[in-house]
């Protein structure tokens, strides 16, 4: 009997000392890393059977916050998917990316359309990926190779001109599905964003 109970303790204390050594390799192995099934549980909410539930916040919107976003990033975007329906957007795809033309007849939009495209712009050069929870994962694409982007900003009467190219085959595809990713969030805002997670 003191045997079994022995045996007994070992076995708790090896699951124990197991058990520690473990979970921090895990954390450390998952730390910074970019997991879209956790963003979009946290986002949505599990249900029963792992479906996600639609849990959203139209004014908070917390599915604009990422790992690395500013205040002022997130008004952004807030001002931007708030206002959608007022955002005229133009894609062309040239054989080497895209040229794009985003505007708006409303001023305070189009600050915030302007200032989130030369932020996000500057973040490509950076190679800082915002990793906002509702961000599409071709944007990944793009930050893990931004080195081969080259990007001309032009200023126009309404918005701005963005044209965006790369001698990466790759590169030129992604470019080309986010941009039209943006346009289908410009046309539909939030509902484009929940299609595109729930696939």
Do not use: C
Not at 9 to 33: D, E, S
């Amino acid at each position: 009997m003191k045997i079994k109970s022995a045996m007994l303790y070992v076995a708790i204390f090896a699951l124990g000392a197991f058990t520690t050594w473990v979970v921090p390799q895990v954390l450390k192995y998952t730390h910074g890393h970019h997991d879209y099934s956790q963003q979009m549980e946290k986002h949505h909410g599990a249900g029963e059977e792992g479906q996600m539930m639609h849990a959203h916040d139209e004014v908070n919107m917390p599915g604009l916050q990422g790992k690395d976003t500013s205040e002022d990033e997130v008004n952004e975007l807030k001002a931007i998917f708030n206002n959608h329906k007022k955002i005229m957007r133009s894609v062309e795809n040239i054989p080497n990316g895209i040229r794009t033309i985003t505007e708006t007849k409303d001023d305070e939009l189009r600050d915030a359309i302007v200032s989130h495209v030369v932020g996000m712009v500057s973040r490509l050069e950076e190679k800082r990926n915002p990793q906002i929870i509702i961000q599409s994962p071709t944007l990944d694409v793009l930050f893990e190779d931004s080195s081969s982007i080259k990007t001309e900003l032009k200023m126009t009467e309404l918005g701005v001109e963005v044209t965006q190219t790369s001698a990466n085959p790759g590169i030129i595809e992604a470019l080309q599905k986010h941009a039209r990713e943006v346009s289908d969030m410009a046309e539909r805002g939030m509902v484009s964003v929940h299609e595109r997670m729930s696939k």
